[in-house]
């Protein structure tokens, strides 16, 4: 089968839309495969507008994975704008591909990447545009098979109507075992249909089949139960992991696109997972363990992808980027290497700690300090205990008092409103703290042109998280406790003029904990919402709290319960959540002692340095913590002119982490 | 204190040079700003030794002029670099073109000679080829033949402030229509004044002196941009720098 572009049908469309360049592709690194070269053909979906997907690490990486097989070639779509997405369904243009312009309707599978629940309504819309059964139990062999993935999947219930698989864990090796049963199935021409296709799915580890296990609910609106309905299904899933992250030192060949995108620059994962601990964090719970890269790994891709994309700035990528093993010394010689470049390094997401000033001020050596970003999340040390991520008040406001001393003229702190057990004093110590860091700030600077960002956000429980007990805070206490906070920052201007306050508001977080925690009744939901004109659902001018609020009181309702149930309502100990059956290898009542070490302010350590506190992750799916440091360092690269000239990528093949554990 | 950077100051522009480049194919949908991404990261790829300006956040010397609008594809857009060493325009030209993507063709590059002048003042005509499917050629012919016989004709522009209205006809210095394979082309020689006008506000002119409304999107192409000369062509804007250098070859040449 050939299938034909449908970018002479679209480009008369592009002339009348915003932005038009995001759907046209041809971004460099990009390709495109004869669609007859191969056997298995992948759409890959970001559901989210082309400048926030574009930048997408595990996007590009599949992409890549991918597109190298023989046998399979992989496009990317992304979210359609409503401009374009209404003369489409005029005109008739489907769904397409920004690679080929191929109509996603004619791939074999759709994966899509689910980094938060807000993008579902967007999955619905994608679906539609391309003519395909939003329903998984409608489609038939000629439709795409519909493969969720991401932090979401790990609680793809809310959308089990809507996917015929999620894959839970890391991407990188999954996607090809799917392949290799897609090319067989075809191969074998189809036996048993697209329900035999999916039992053997079903059997790849990683990969969730939700029309294969039945749920039965309890009289009180809880699950009663969640069965296999075919023996050869396993009765739990378990995550992928994928170990030795220098073997996959993708993407090799970023993406860049001509449209501008939410992240102009190139980013290499230094380590991936974390082991801090922090109770509200579902990224470090399901990512376990650490696997590092090695300093020589990490040099040749910042190397290797600076070359390949002409990118002017590296982020080292990771979720608590300070704590990578060797991280001093990376810093130090990456700033050396490329010194003179014009080439900019940053850490994008840092601890509060006195150290990561040093290394920010490593990698900024000869350039601009403009903003320096921490995130304590919690307001008092009491609440950073109930969250472990304790540091003192002291320490906060040294640190950042240091930072201004160091030239940095711009603070921006991260907190999170609505924790478990949270008082408003808890977030009125943020307005002490910010009015205490501007006072030390300006005596150690020297300087009134310094500016303190509070950032603050309603905090949303999550799934396999120690909090996924917790009763979420309403959208009134947040607006109530941020208002509170707003008052005591502006109350002496002298001070509060140097302190901005970002801010948003309640309800959105509701929505998010509701498609969080959600179980199947909460497909309804998100059809109804999609069906009244809901999408964007990330994009403030297009979410409607009332449209959610309004299809979740109707769609509920036959149920018995209702968007209050299903996020200011705590949950008991043995209470059946939604995801039980999925498995992230963190053991149930390790989360459950977790959370009442939470409740009692009680503290846990990370098992890099403290030893194991047996949470489950490393027996269960047969991991072990990689990290460094290796003893390695970098080679210094000969730079001429104004890029480095010498092609390091060689020292990658010695490249051997250390283990322990 | 405030910090300032460590270390000499960046090393001073030495040789500018002066390309065009096409905005073709699916690329007609690139922004000004896309295409300055675009190039900037193209000319670090190619390892171009640009010189650049100085203080914590150097940027590359580089001057684009008079971009082409999102929509419009091009054969004549013009930048010029400053260079922090002397290098061979025709190396510069053949390896920026080959690390730009397919559509965006450097097509020439001439080293600026000292005293030629700005580029940008030579830029202050564009020739539009605009193809419109769909539209009758002698339809199209009668209603140029109205336009060009008007003073004035009023349109309105959108602009960041909003809805302007401003004349399209003074800026039309010619207009010529033929036809190929069957479709109807409107070739204009537009003045760039301002605000500018574009093909999008001749083809309004059109509807107001002549109601031509093209059932189709028209496509438009700038062809050539220049100074107007006394034939109401649009000249070469790279001649000058080329006439100047060979000049100056002349003369250093030992007799």
């Known amino acids: ?661 | 204190m405030a910090r300032t950077p460590d270390g000499p100051p960046p090393p001073p522009t030495v040789q500018k040079l002066r390309l065009r480049y096409t905005k073709r194919g699916p690329l007609r949908f690139a922004s000004h700003r896309d295409l300055a991404r675009a190039l900037e990261r193209a000319l670090r790829r190619a390892q171009v030794p640009m010189a650049f300006s100085a203080g914590f956040s150097p940027h590359p010397k580089i001057s684009y002029m008079g971009a082409a609008p999102t929509g419009a594809a091009s054969e004549a857009e013009y930048f010029e670099i400053g260079l922090s060493a002397r290098c061979d325009p025709e190396k510069v030209r053949a390896a920026l073109d080959a690390s730009l993507p397919p559509g965006i063709d450097v097509l020439e590059c001439v080293e600026a000679v000292e005293g030629s002048g700005s580029l940008a003042d030579r830029l202050d005509a564009t020739r539009w080829r605009i193809d419109l499917p769909g539209v009758d050629t002698g339809e199209l012919a009668a209603a140029v033949q109205e336009l060009l016989s008007r003073e004035v004709v009023t349109v309105a522009k959108r602009t960041k402030n909003g809805l302007r209205d401003i004349d399209a006809r003074e800026a039309v210095v010619g207009a010529e229509v033929t036809e190929e394979a069957g479709c109807a082309i409107l070739t204009v020689v537009v003045r760039q004044l301002t605000p500018t006008v574009r093909p999008d506000d001749v083809m309004a002119a059109l509807a107001v002196v002549a109601d031509l409304r093209p059932p189709l999107p028209a496509r438009a192409v700038r062809e050539a941009q220049g100074r107007l000369d006394d034939s109401g062509e649009v000249a070469d804007p790279l001649g000058p720098d080329r006439t100047m250098r060979s000049s100056l070859q002349e003369e250093s040449t030992p007799v």
Not at chain 1, 344 to 361: K, M, Q
């Open chain 1, 1 to 661: 089968m050939t299938v034909e572009s449908l970018y002479p049908r679209l480009e008369p469309l592009l002339a009348q839309v915003q932005k038009p360049i995001q759907y046209v592709g041809g971004e460099l690194n990009s390709q495109v495969k004869p669609w007859d070269s191969v056997a298995v053909h992948w759409a890959l979906m970001y559901p989210d507008a082309y400048e926030v997907g574009v930048p997408n690490q595990g996007l590009m990486i599949l992409y890549e994975v991918l597109n190298e097989r023989p046998d399979a070639l992989a496009e990317r779509t992304y979210a359609v704008w409503p401009d374009l997405a209404g003369l489409m369904r005029e005109a008739g243009v489907g769904q397409f591909t920004v690679d080929a312009h191929r109509p996603v309707r004619d791939f074999d599978l759709l994966g899509v990447s689910f980094a938060t629940e807000l993008g579902y309504t967007n999955l619905l819309e994608a679906l539609d545009l391309a003519g395909v059964p939003l329903h998984a139990v409608d489609r038939d062999e000629s439709h795409p098979v519909v493969v969720a993935g991401g932090h979401a999947a790990f609680n793809p219930e809310p959308v089990s109507d809507f996917v015929d698989c999620a894959v839970l864990g890391d991407g990188e090796q999954v996607v090809g075992d799917i392949t290799d049963v897609v090319a067989a199935w075809k191969s074998q021409g189809r036996p048993g249909g697209r329900v035999e296709l999916l039992a053997r799915l079903s059997r790849v580890e990683g990969v969730y089949v939700p029309r294969f296990y039945a749920v039965t609910y309890a009289a009180d609106g809880t699950i009663a139960e969640v069965l296999r309905t075919r023996d050869d299904v396993p009765p739990r899933v378990s995550k992928r992991t994928v170990m030795d992250l220098d073997e996959w030192p993708y993407p090799k060949q970023p993406l860049v696109p001509l449209a501008e995108s939410v992240h102009e620059r190139m980013s290499v994962e230094i380590f991936r997972g974390c082991t801090r601990g922090c109770r509200f964090c579902q990224a470090g719970m399901i990512t376990r363990p650490v696997r590092e890269r090695t300093i020589t790994g990490i040099g040749s891709m910042v190397d290797a992808g600076l070359k390949a994309t002409g990118y002017e700035e590296v982020g080292l990528l990771s979720l608590s980027s300070a704590d990578h093993s060797e991280i001093g010394q990376l810093a130090k010689e990456l700033a050396d290497r490329y010194e003179g470049t014009n080439t900019g390094l940053s850490l994008p997401s840092t601890r509060v700690d006195a150290f990561n000033v040093t290394l920010a001020n490593e990698l900024s050596r000869n350039g601009r300090r403009s903003g320096l970003t921490f995130a304590p999340e919690g307001g008092s040390e009491r609440i950073r205990r109930v969250i472990n991520k304790t540091v003192s008040k002291e320490d906060l406001v040294r640190t950042v008092t240091t930072a201004y001393a160091n030239g940095w003229r711009q603070v921006k702190l991260y907190f999170m409103c609505g924790l478990p057990t949270e008082t408003d004093e808890d977030v009125l110590e943020i307005a002490e703290l910010a009015v205490e860091v501007i006072r030390a700030g300006r005596e150690a600077s020297g300087s009134k042109d310094i500016r303190c960002t509070v950032s603050i956000g309603g905090f949303v429980p999550k799934p396999h998280t120690p909090f996924q007990w917790a009763s979420q805070a309403s959208a009134e206490t947040i607006d109530h406790r941020l208002k509170v906070l707003r008052e005591a920052i502006n109350a002496d201007r002298r001070i509060g003029r140097s302190i901005g306050l970002r801010y948003h508001d309640g309800k959105p977080g509701v929505i998010e904990g509701l498609l969080s925690r959600g179980d199947r009744r909460v497909g309804r939901v998100i059809e109804r919402v999609w069906r009244d004109g809901g999408h964007f659902d990330g994009w403030s001018e297009h979410f409607s709290y009332d449209r959610w609020a309004t299809a979740a009181a109707e769609e509920l309702a036959p149920f018995g319960v209702d968007l209050a149930w299903y996020t200011t309502r705590e949950r008991t100990e043995h209470e059946v959540l939604p995801w039980d059956h999925l498995d992230s290898g963190l053991d149930k009542e390790w989360l459950w002692d977790d959370w009442q070490d939470a409740i009692s302010e009680d503290e846990v350590g990370d098992c890099r340095w403290t030893g194991c506190y047996d949470c489950g992750v490393c027996p269960t799916m047969g991991t072990e913590i990689q990290i460094g440091p290796t003893g390695r360092s970098l080679i210094p690269l000969a730079v001429v002119g104004a890029r480095p000239q010498v092609d390091v990528h060689a020292d990658a093949a010695v490249a051997d982490p250390v283990h322990t554990h």
